[in-house]
């Protein structure tokens, strides 16, 4: 990239919360560590910016207030906004971790038109006006990150991009903060959750039970005999049972993982799913639908896969899991390099040939048309 390029970030929030918000905290955190500091630190823009993430002293971060309109709203005025926004800052590459039309780089963890298709729900006028934007979006940015091969199809058959623009970096994880239990203090961790030493435990990390499967979950195992409990860890479940247990919100993730034998979703839209990279990083095979993105990320060896909506596939495949319990999985078992310095260093490339192609200013910055 040329020496002095201003590069931003645009993402709902500055803060611990969704998948998105909390790759552009990645961004951050790897940006820094590449170089991306003083005079270069990044330029944030966010509708709110939570002061107490350390990633906030890390950025230039300009907040972009949306909450005096209605809520269908905010999105139209947001990109609005941030087009006079990033004049303003001088920036020369935006990277787009939300619905923003002038993102040089768009990251795609998600789309809507796929959501509302898995979720067999119609389409409404506030989802059209979603779709609008995502759509000019896609056509306006220079490169599209897609996080799993899943979105890179949902991008060319429902979007119409075309396969030269749409790069798969699948979304980086902290191998510092997932990695499998020390030496001897497995069945420590499981006193901690309450997880007997008969017990099979199938962990349930979930804070929208629905759209994780939990009902599919509780049908598929209810009608069966296998020596299994399910584990829900976030937000409590509508009720619990000999085979669904709460172990509450589990601040202290990695250890949930490390306690449980396997960990279980049943999504009906998964665009990606860190849990399962973060499973099998702690040493937890997974059991899944083939409808969660990271399954083309994770080894054979490391999990157990049925087809989405189907509970008797979920029985078959958790019998296929209690009958390999004793197999060891590790880091290995990840296809790809986790750590931010290596998404940091591929995202850097691909906007190294943006800007390449970028028109330059007679004051030597990047010009977008």
């Known amino acids: 990239m040329r020496a002095g390029m201003k590069v931003a970030i645009s993402s709902n929030a500055l803060k611990l919360s969704g998948g998105l918000e909390r790759y552009a905290l990645d961004l951050i955190r790897g940006l820094n560590a590449a170089g991306f500091t003083g005079e270069r630190k990044p330029v944030f823009f966010a509708r709110k910016i939570d002061t107490s993430q350390p990633e906030s ?19 139209t005025y947001y990109n609005w906004a941030l087009k006079r926004a990033r004049k303003k800052a001088r920036v020369d590459l935006l990277i787009g971790c939300n ?5 040089e780089i768009a990251i795609c963890g998600g789309t809507h038109i796929g959501f509302l298709a898995a979720s067999g729900r119609h389409e409404r006028r506030s989802d059209s006006r979603q779709i609008a934007l995502e759509r000019l979006q896609y056509q306006q940015a220079s490169v599209i990150v897609a996080h799993s091969e899943m979105m890179r199809d949902e991008l060319r058959s429902l979007y119409n991009v075309p396969d030269t623009k749409i790069h798969v970096l699948y979304p980086p994880v902290d191998g510092t903060q997932f990695s499998p239990a020390p030496p001897n203090t497995r069945a420590e961790l499981r006193k901690q959750f309450s997880f007997a030493d008969h017990e099979i435990v199938l962990l349930f990390p979930s804070s929208s039970h629905e759209r994780k499967g939990l009902p599919l979950i509780e049908a598929a195992l209810r009608e069966s ?34 306690a449980a034998d396997f960990t279980v979703l049943a999504s009906k839209y998964e665009p990606f799913g860190l849990v399962g990279i973060e499973s099998v990083m702690c040493g937890t095979p997974v059991i899944f639908p ?10 054979d060896d490391a999990k157990f896969t049925f087809q989405p909506g189907d509970a008797d596939g979920l029985r078959h495949a958790v019998r296929r899991a209690l009958d390999a319990k ?27 040939g943006v800007v390449a192609d970028l028109p330059v200013s007679a004051s030597g910055s990047a010009q977008r048309a």
């Open 57 to 75: 002293q890390m950025v230039d971060a300009r907040r972009i207030n949306v909450s005096f309109l209605p809520s269908k709203l905010r999105d």
């Open 225 to 258: 005999a296998l020596p299994v409990v399910v584990a829900v860890a976030g937000r409590p479940p509508a009720q619990t049972s000999e085979r669904v247990r709460y172990i509450g919100y589990a601040k202290n993730i990695e250890d949930a993982y490390r």
């Open 290 to 299: 083939t409808s969660v993105g990271c399954c083309s990320a994770i080894a």
């Open 99 to 103: 619905r923003v039309e002038s993102s």
């Open 326 to 352: 004793n197999t060891k999985v590790s880091v290995a078992s990840i296809l790809y390099d986790t750590s931010i310095a290596a998404h940091i260093a591929s995202l850097l490339a691909l906007a190294g």
